[in-house]
């Protein structure tokens, strides 16, 4: 019978750290998904004033879009991939987070950010 006990115990700890492991991966999940999106919400402000004030076009100006956006990520200790696209600018962030069964894992979230003329 203490075998038994013993074994169920075991199975009932294993299932619990898969519940909170999945809790965790959607915590990550979820702050790799803020950090995309704030990311890409600070490369879509970098708009090429110039070209706005002399034709009213809402330009955004891809280098200073990526430099914004990777320090973002940075800050927040992601790395990732940023594509400028005309006035669409969009974010992977993609974020370490630990578990208690599966060790160290990585987790992706991609946001996008449309910088558009405000009146």
Avoid at 13 to 21: K, N, Q, R, S, T
Avoid at 50 to 77: C, D, H, L, Y
Avoid at 90 to 116: N, P
């Amino acid at each position: 019978m203490t075998v038994l006990a013993a074994l169920f115990m075991i199975i009932v700890i294993f299932v619990m750290a898969l519940i909170i492991d999945g809790g965790n991966i959607r915590a990550g999940r979820r702050h790799a998904g803020d950090v995309a999106q704030e990311a890409a919400r600070a490369a879509a402000q970098q708009i090429d004033e110039e070209v706005r004030f002399s034709t009213g076009q809402v330009v955004i100006q891809p280098g200073k879009a990526r430099t914004a956006a990777f320090n973002v990520m940075s800050t927040a200790g992601a790395t990732g991939t940023v594509n400028v696209d005309g006035t669409v600018v969009t974010v992977v962030a993609r974020l370490g987070t630990g578990t208690a069964m599966l060790g160290e894992i990585t987790v992706t979230a991609s946001r996008t950010a449309d910088a558009q003329r405000s009146n």
